[in-house]
C-alpha cells in the first residue's frame, strides 16, 4: 500500500513539474525614488515629455523649411509623353477663317532651372535651360528640336505686392527661438507634473500607515478598556465611541488602499514603467533649500528669460504684417518681367545647338483701381484697429504677469516657515498621542481626549506633506515661468543639438 502511494505521489509531483509557468503572472518588486528621481524619470520617460519633444522637433522642421526658401533650388520639369490625336480648330492668318485640321504629334520635353528668391525686394532670378522634341506623324512624318541653351529671368514687384518673404525672415526665427523656450517651459510642466504625482502617492501612503496604525492602537485601546468596563472605570459609551472609531479606522484603511493603489497606478504609467505589480517606496524630502526670492528679479527673469517676451514682439510683428498686407492690397499694383537667353530650332538635336539666337523679353505690368467703394481703406483701419488691441492686450498681460509673479513670490517665500511649523507640529501631535495612549492605558485620559489627540495626530501628519507639497510645487512653477535654477543660479538649458539629433 505504501508503494502505491508513493508511487501516485511521484506521479503528481512530476505532472505538477511538468506544468508551463503562468507567463501572466506578474513579478512584484520594489523601486525606491526620491523626488529627483522622479522628476528625472519623467523628463526622460514620460508620454508628456516625448510628445514636448515632438512638438519641438516639429517648429524645428518648419524653421529648416523656410531657411530652405532662401537659398537657390535645383529643379528638374519632365513632360513624356504629350501625345495628341485629334482635330484641332486653325486660324486662317490671311482670311481670318477656321479649319478644322487632324492633329497627329507628340511633344516631349525636359527642363533644368536654378531659382533663387531675393527676400528684401520680393523678386526672383531663375537659370533655365530646356529641350523640346517635336514628332509629327502621318503621311509625311518629320521631328524637329527646340532648344534654350541658357537663359535668365528676372520678376520683381515694383510696388503695391507684398512681400510675404521679407515678413517671414522677420517673424520665423524668432517663432524658432520662441519654440525653444516652449520647449524648455513644458519640460518645467512635466516637472510640476511629476512633484504633484510623488507627494499625491505619498500622501495617500502616509494615510494608509496612519490608518493601519491607528486602527492597531485603538483595538489595543478598546481591549484595554473592555477590561477597565468590567470593573466599572469604563462607561459604556466610552466603550461604543472605541469600537466606532475602530470601525471607522477599518473602513479608511480600505478607502486608502484604493487610493494608494490609484495613485501607484498613475505614477507608474507617467514614469513609462511597463505592466507590472510595481511598489514605490517614496523618500520624503528633508532638506529644504533656504531659498529666499527678490520680486524684481523673478519678474524680470520671468519677461526676459522666458517666452513671455518673443511671443509678445511675434505678436506685433504679425500684427505689423497684417497691416503691410492690407496697405500693398489696397493700391496700384506694377511687376516688371525680363528675360535673356538663347535660343534655336533644327530638326538635328546637334544643329539645335549651333549658331543659338537672341531671345529677350521685358514686361510691365500695372494694375490701378478705380473704385473700390472703401473695400481697401477699411481693411487698412481692421488691420491697424487690430494691432491696437493687440499692443493693448500686451499691457494689460504685463499687468497681470506681475500681479501672478508678486503672488507667488510672497507664497514661495512664506512655505518654508509653514513647513517648519508644520513640521514641528506633527512631531508634537505625534509625542502628544503616544503620551495619549500611555494615559489611557493608565486609565487617566477619557476616550474622547484619546481620540482628539488621535485626529490631531493625524491632521498634523497630513498637514505637513501638504506644506511639503506645497513648497517644493511653488518652488518649480517659478522654476517653469523664469526657466531659472535658483538653487543653482543658473538658467534652465538643454543641448537641443543633441535633441534634434534622436
Known amino acids: 500500500m505504501k508503494a502505491v502511494f508513493l508511487f501516485f505521489f511521484l506521479l503528481l509531483r512530476i505532472f505538477v513539474q511538468a506544468q508551463p509557468a503562468d507567463s501572466s503572472r506578474q513579478v512584484s ?56 490625336h485629334a482635330l484641332v480648330a486653325l486660324q486662317n492668318a490671311v482670311t481670318g477663317e477656321y479649319n478644322y485640321v487632324q492633329d497627329y504629334s507628340m511633344r516631349n520635353s525636359v527642363n533644368l532651372s536654378i531659382d533663387q528668391n531675393i527676400a528684401p525686394t520680393g523678386g526672383k532670378v531663375s537659370l533655365y535651360s530646356s529641350l523640346e522634341r517635336l514628332d509629327q506623324f502621318g503621311d509625311q512624318r518629320y521631328h ?7 537663359s535668365i529671368t528676372y520678376t520683381q514687384p515694383i510696388f ?6 521679407k ?7 524668432e517663432e524658432y527661438e520662441k519654440a525653444k523656450l516652449t520647449y524648455l517651459e513644458s519640460m518645467q510642466a512635466v516637472t510640476v507634473k511629476a512633484v504633484d504625482m510623488f507627494f499625491t502617492l ?46 471607522n479606522d477599518g473602513m479608511t484603511i480600505s478607502q ?80 516688371f518681367f525680363a528675360q535673356f537667353g538663347l535660343n ?7 544643329d539645335s545647338y549651333r549658331k543659338p539666337q537672341d531671345q529677350e523679353n521685358i514686361r510691365l505690368g500695372i494694375q490701378i483701381p478705380i473704385i473700390d467703394w472703401g473695400m481697401g481703406r477699411g481693411r487698412i483701419r481692421t488691420a491697424q484697429s487690430q494691432m491696437n488691441v493687440i499692443k493693448t492686450q500686451i499691457e494689460q498681460q504685463l499687468i497681470d504677469q506681475q500681479e501672478d509673479i508678486m503672488i507667488r513670490v510672497l507664497q514661495f517665500n512664506n512655505q518654508k516657515r509653514q513647513c517648519d511649523i508644520s513640521g514641528k507640529a506633527n512631531e508634537v501631535a505625534r509625542k502628544r498621542y503616544e503620551l495619549s495612549m500611555e494615559q489611557f492605558s493608565k486609565g487617566t485620559l477619557s476616550v474622547l481626549e484619546f481620540n482628539t489627540a488621535q485626529s490631531e495626530k493625524d ?23 523664469t526657466l531659472y535654477d535658483f538653487a543653482y543660479k543658473r538658467n534652465i538649458s538643454t543641448d537641443f543639438d543633441l535633441l534634434i539629433q534622436h
Open 29 to 84: 518588486y520594489t523601486e525606491r525614488l526620491r523626488l529627483g528621481d522622479v522628476i528625472t524619470l519623467a523628463s526622460q520617460r514620460s508620454i508628456d515629455a516625448i510628445l514636448h519633444r515632438h512638438q519641438f522637433l516639429s517648429a524645428y522642421w518648419q524653421f529648416r523649411a523656410f531657411k530652405a526658401e532662401l537659398l537657390p533650388s535645383l529643379n528638374l520639369g519632365l513632360t513624356a509623353p504629350n501625345f495628341s
Open 459 to 481: 491632521e498634523a501628519t497630513s498637514r505637513f506633506i501638504t506644506e511639503l507639497h506645497n513648497y517644493w510645487k511653488y518652488y518649480y512653477s517659478l522654476q517653469k515661468s
Open 167 to 173: 515678413w517671414d525672415k522677420k517673424i520665423e526665427p
Open 144 to 150: 524637329s528640336y527646340n532648344t534654350n541653351p541658357v
Open 160 to 165: 503695391g505686392s507684398f512681400n510675404s518673404l
Open 202 to 247: 505619498v500622501n495617500a501612503q502616509q494615510k494608509l500607515e496612519m490608518a493601519k496604525t491607528n486602527y492597531a492602537n485603538t483595538r489595543k485601546s478598546y481591549q484595554t478598556a473592555q477590561e477597565r468596563f468590567k470593573i466599572g472605570t469604563v462607561t459604556q459609551n466610552d466603550l461604543m465611541q472605541l469600537e466606532l472609531r475602530m470601525l
Open 256 to 335: 486608502s488602499e484604493i487610493d494608494v493603489q490609484t495613485a501607484k497606478f498613475q505614477l507608474a504609467s507617467f514614469l513609462g514603467y511597463p505592466k507590472a505589480d510595481i511598489n514605490f517606496d517614496l523618500v520624503i524630502p528633508d532638506n529644504i533649500p533656504d531659498i529666499v526670492l527678490n520680486y524684481g528679479e523673478v519678474y524680470d527673469l520671468s519677461v526676459n528669460n522666458t517666452s513671455f517676451k518673443l511671443n509678445k514682439e511675434i505678436q506685433l510683428l504679425r500684427a505689423e504684417m497684417a497691416v503691410a498686407q492690407a496697405k500693398a492690397n489696397r493700391g496700384a499694383k506694377a511687376d
Open 344 to 350: 534655336q530650332s533644327a530638326t538635328d538635336l546637334g
